[in-house]
T-cell receptor, first 107, second 109 residues
Framework: RKEVEQDPGPFNVPEGATVAFNCTYS??????FFWYRQDCRKEPKLLMS???SGNEDGRFTAQLNRASQYISLLIRDSKLSDSATYLC????????FGAGTTVTVRA | EADIYQTPRYLVIGTGKKITLECSQT?????MYWYQQDPGMELHLIHY???????EKGDLSSESTVSRIRTEHFPLTLESARPSHTSQYLC????????FGPGTRLTVL
């Protein structure tokens, strides 16, 4: 079983839609969690950290569910520029990356 | 913006050549990493270091080697490049949050 698993998608959504997806992790002792964004042929860039209480950054909301061992990312009012692959990252004694969820926002 | 740099950005080279991919960061991070990523595929950790004179192999077996003589510098070397080494190589550094360099796109003919 992989340490971090994501639905690869792709999620194809119209502009203005809300899209949400999850990431599950296997190590219950994991301490910190992140969402990264990776554009095609570019390096991953930190989108946001995920806090236990959940957190919001503009149109992006991240949630952590420790009991079920998953984190989620919700994008509201999606823009064309949100099209990317979103990587889930879990930190136990090392950083483990998910394979990514691809989101495509269409006009 | 993160202060982590990689050179060269693109490299096309013939089989059998020795190559070194450079990575440097000016953030004073102890932890540094090398990942390999093929287009549209997931990241694979090939090497990491938790400080000077510390290097470890990652989850994906690689014929490359690394060294960490200075905190800011973490070069990756391939003694004899082969077409199977064609890929993108991403360097990263971290304290808690990981920051990536722009990557080196390697093509071995």
């Amino acid at each position: 079983r992989k340490e971090v698993e994501q639905d690869p998608g792709p999620f194809n959504v119209p502009e203005g839609a809300t899209v949400a997806f999850n990431c599950t992790y296997s190590n219950s002792a994991s301490q910190s969690f992140f969402w990264y964004r990776q554009d095609c042929r570019k390096e991953p860039k930190l989108l946001m950290s995920v806090y236990s209480s959940g957190n919001e950054d503009g149109r992006f909301t991240a949630q952590l569910n420790r009991a079920s061992q998953y984190i989620s990312l919700l994008i509201r009012d999606s823009k064309l520029s949100d099209s990317a692959t979103y990587l889930c990252v879990v930190n136990d004694y090392k950083l483990s990356f998910g394979a990514g969820t691809t989101v495509t926002v269409r006009a | 913006e993160a202060d982590i740099y990689q050179t060269p950005r693109y490299l096309v080279i013939g089989t059998g050549k020795k190559i070194t991919l450079e990575c440097s960061q000016t953030m004073g991070h102890d932890k540094m990493y090398w990942y390999q990523q093929d287009p549209g595929m997931e990241l694979h950790l090939i090497h990491y270091s938790y400080g000077v004179n510390s290097t470890e192999k990652g989850d994906l077996s690689s014929e490359s080697t690394v060294s960490r003589i200075r905190t800011e510098h973490f070069p990756l070397t391939l003694e004899s490049a082969r077409p199977s080494h064609t890929s993108q190589y991403l360097c990263a550094s971290s304290e808690d949050t990981q920051y990536f360099g722009p990557g080196t796109r390697l093509t071995v003919l």
